[in-house]
C-alpha cells in the first residue's frame, strides 16, 4: 500500500473512531468480503469486487460464513406451512 493510501486510510478510520493500528485497509477489505457474503452476494460477484478468484474466497472465507450457511439455505426452501385460504386449489 503506498503512502498517500496508507494516509487516507488512516484519516478515516480515525474519523470512525477507531485505531488505525488495529483498522487496516486489509481488515477493512476482509470485513466487506465476510458481510457480502452474509447477505447473499454470489461469491463470483465478491470475487469480482475485490479482485480475487472464487477459489481464493472459498479458502480464505468459508469458515467465517460456514454457521450461517443453514440459515441461507433454509430460506430458500419451499414455504411447508399451514397454506394461506386463498392459496390453496381444491378439486371438485
Same mark, same amino acid.
Given at each position: 500500500?503506498?503512502? /498517500? %493510501?496508507?494516509? *487516507? =486510510?488512516? @484519516?478515516?478510520?480515525?474519523?470512525?473512531?477507531?485505531?488505525?493500528?488495529?483498522?487496516?485497509?486489509?481488515? /477493512? %477489505?476482509?470485513? *466487506? =468480503?465476510? @458481510?457480502q457474503l452474509l447477505a447473499g452476494v454470489p461469491v463470483?460477484?465478491?470475487?469480482?469486487?475485490?479482485?480475487?478468484s472464487i477459489v481464493m474466497i472459498e479458502r480464505t472465507?468459508?469458515?467465517?460464513?460456514?454457521?450461517?450457511?443453514?440459515?441461507?439455505?433454509?430460506a430458500a426452501l419451499l414455504d411447508t406451512s399451514t397454506?394461506?385460504?386463498?392459496?390453496?386449489?381444491?378439486?371438485?
Open positions: 500500500m503506498d503512502v /498517500l %493510501r496508507a494516509e *487516507n =486510510v488512516a @484519516r478515516i478510520v480515525k474519523a470512525a473512531g477507531l485505531d488505525p493500528e488495529e483498522v487496516t485497509l486489509y481488515a /477493512l %477489505r476482509h470485513s *466487506n =468480503v465476510v @458481510r463470483r460477484i465478491v470475487a469480482v469486487n475485490h479482485d480475487t472465507y468459508s469458515r467465517h460464513i460456514g454457521d450461517h450457511a443453514d440459515a441461507l439455505a433454509r397454506p394461506m385460504a386463498g392459496n390453496v386449489v381444491i378439486r371438485a
